[in-house]
């Protein structure tokens, strides 16, 4: 089902901006440190004029599957706890 919404989310023309990204990454990474029992501090940049920047369904989708197996490697392979 979580692939499925991240396909939906990849391919919709409304979110085909920088800052739309970014709030999904934070979305994500919240949630995920949260379910792991990890805190975590992610500093992503506030909105900024290239926020606006178009990004193609393509690219969105292999950013976002990057940011997860980066996450998922740090949670599974560091030992840490923050």
Not at 5 to 18: H, I, K, Q, R, S
Not at 31 to 54: H, I, K, M, Q, Y
Not at 74 to 79: D, F, I, N
């Amino acid at each position: 089902m979580d692939q499925l919404g991240e396909l939906v989310w990849a391919t919709n023309p409304d979110f085909d901006d920088l800052g739309s990204v970014l709030a999904r990454l934070r979305e994500y990474a919240a949630g995920f440190l949260a379910d792991s029992g990890l805190t975590g501090v992610l500093d992503f940049p506030d909105a900024n004029p290239s926020s606006s920047e178009r990004v193609s369904g393509s690219l969105r989708k292999n950013l976002v599957l990057a940011f997860k197996e980066a996450l998922t490697n740090a949670v599974r392979h560091s030992g840490a706890r923050r």
